[in-house]
């Protein structure tokens, strides 16, 4: 499915969250999940890509997409694990929980499924985590 993206990227203004985006540079599409917050996440823009990684960017690394339909662009996508992981992430948007984790902390997370793993955090850049398997 094409879409029509803004050639310049947007520096000028503050993109909302839910915007459809294109990194042109590792060319990602995506759509920004934090707006720039000089306490919370050093003035950058947290954006959940279509490859479901997630990193944080400045204004100047992303174009905006002409169509800012939400859902339009979520029923455009024909792979569904990717629909509901977009859906659940937004619906759950004002539930995020500050974290206590440290680097070298072992946690235990979901990685497939049902499946739950020991990881140890090997990075933290404001609300995201680094994470490596014990395998």
Avoid: W
Wanted: positive net charge; contains cysteine; hydrophobic residues 35%.
């Amino acid at each position: 499915k094409r879409q029509a993206y803004m050639k310049e990227s947007c520096s000028s203004f503050l993109v909302p969250i839910r915007t459809r985006i294109f990194h042109r540079s590792l060319s990602l599409l995506g759509f920004i999940y934090e707006i720039p917050c000089p306490i919370k996440n050093n003035n950058r823009y947290l954006v959940l890509f279509d490859n479901f990684t997630a990193s944080y960017h400045l204004h100047s690394e992303i174009h905006l997409c002409l169509c800012q339909d939400f859902r339009r662009h979520i029923s455009n996508i024909d792979y569904k694990d990717l629909q509901l992981y977009y859906q659940h992430a937004f619906q759950n948007l004002n539930l995020s929980i500050q974290s206590n984790y440290t680097i070298d902390d072992i946690i235990r997370v979901r990685k497939f499924g049902a499946q739950y793993h020991n990881v140890r955090i090997i990075d933290i850049d404001c609300s995201l985590i680094k994470i490596c398997f014990f395998e």
